[in-house]
């Protein structure tokens, strides 16, 4: 029952419970059904109280009121206190006909038995929306406000990175899922280290040096001044200097290395072995004044006239070819220094048929060389030719 009609029924009870204390009220006949409110009974005008002594009308030992029906005129027009059924239940605040599936004034939809809090209409018969608090149907979330950098955003989807919205513990979001940008996939401003090549920045990243990337986000160089173990580089200075303790093996210097450390090695042949012209500590292993040998190619003669760990004067007491190049590095030397002069007493020269063993003097003849009456090259190298001297340093 509508709460107006049922407080208007009350009243009417309490009114003629109050005139039959007066003087009590007559029989007004039978019929109408018993209503009772309370301890106020209405009857039905064909028996008394309990004690046996009160009839229709009358206030009975109990305290009973009893009335026919035919004395109270009910309204069920709902127009004048009758029960309305278009009152809403003030309680719930749900419209009264919300469930039977017509969308009634006062309501934004009806679905019947399918209205749902959780639904597209919620069980007021409202329509469910983003900002609600109910996560509903294309909802991943509603936490019933429209901030958009907190955990729900308000489209009502779960933030992620690449959404463009910087959230959480994400110091960035350019809304993609390019890991080549200044703000990678894992919404951390690009750096070396993160293993995300930044396109234009870094030319690798592996998370950490490697054999193939430096630790500056770089490719492995040597000379490239970024030392890398993985890479088997001992050292790099970067500075392209062969006689330092880290030359351009990007290894530390040492004997044998073919670098000559400058102020610790007298030389380096690439080897450690002596009796080549630089010792097993690479010490100069010149040769001694006299000592000789012949072509590698012609077979002819010469011999050391002078020498010392710089340098070395050749003598070629005959009319021969040589290979004064290899000559020298048979000695322990790198190359020709010059050409013709004279080295002085030379060992072992015959001045001429009646002097030979006799000590004598050797003297350019400019016969080669580069000059006029060059005598060319052949597989093995460049050719001196006639009576000549050189130097090997």
Not at 13 to 32: F, K, N, R, W
Not at 129 to 157: K, L, Q, R, S, V
Not at 286 to 308: E, K, L, Q, R
């Amino acid at each position: 029952m509508a709460i107006v009609g049922d407080m208007w029924r009350r009243l009417m009870a309490l009114a003629l419970a109050t005139s039959a204390c007066a003087g009590g009220l007559g029989s007004e006949g039978s019929g109408g059904a018993s209503i009772t409110f309370g301890p106020i009974t209405f009857g039905d005008g064909s028996g008394s109280d309990s004690s046996g002594g009160g009839s229709d009308g009358t206030v009975s030992n109990t305290g009973n009121v009893s009335i026919t029906t035919s004395d109270v005129t009910t309204d069920t027009a709902g127009t004048s206190g009758g029960d309305d059924s278009s009152d809403s239940d003030t309680d719930t605040g749900v419209p009264p006909g919300c469930g039977d599936g017509v969308v009634d004034p006062g309501e934004e939809c009806d679905l019947g038995p399918a209205n749902a809090d959780y639904g597209p209409c919620k069980s007021d018969c409202t329509n469910a929306y983003c900002g609600d608090g109910i996560p509903g149907p294309g909802e991943a979330c509603d936490d019933a406000n429209m901030i958009n950098d907190d955990a729900c955003t308000n489209t009502c989807m779960l933030t992620s990175c690449g959404d463009g919205l910087v959230t959480g513990g994400e110091l960035c979001d350019d809304g993609n899922t390019n890991d080549d940008d200044a703000c990678p996939s894992n919404c951390q401003p690009a750096s070396c280290g993160d293993g995300f090549v930044q396109a234009g920045v870094e030319q690798c990243d592996e998370g950490a040096a490697t054999g193939t990337c430096d630790g500056d986000c770089t490719l492995v160089s040597c000379g490239d001044g970024t030392p890398n173990g993985n890479a088997g580089e001992q050292c790099d200075d970067g500075n392209g200097n062969d006689g330092d303790d880290c030359p351009g093996n990007c290894h530390v210097a040492a004997c044998g290395d073919g670098y000559l450390h400058a102020g610790v090695e007298q030389c380096d042949d690439g080897n450690v072995a002596s009796g080549d012209g630089c010792s097993g500590s690479c010490a100069a292993e010149f040769p001694n004044v006299c000592d000789g040998g012949v072509d590698p190619g012609s077979g002819a003669a010469w011999v050391v006239c002078a020498a010392d760990a710089n340098s070395a004067w050749i003598s070629a007491n005959s009319a021969g070819n040589y290979h004064p190049v290899q000559i020298c590095q048979s000695l322990g030397y790198d190359n020709v220094g010059q050409w013709g002069g004279t080295c002085g007493n030379v060992c072992g020269y015959c001045e001429g048929p009646t002097s030979c063993g006799a000590t004598g003097q050797q003297y350019f003849d400019n016969g080669a060389w580069g000059g006029v009456g060059n005598c060319g090259a052949d597989g093995i190298g460049q050719i001196l030719c006639i009576t000549v001297m050189w130097t090997c340093v």
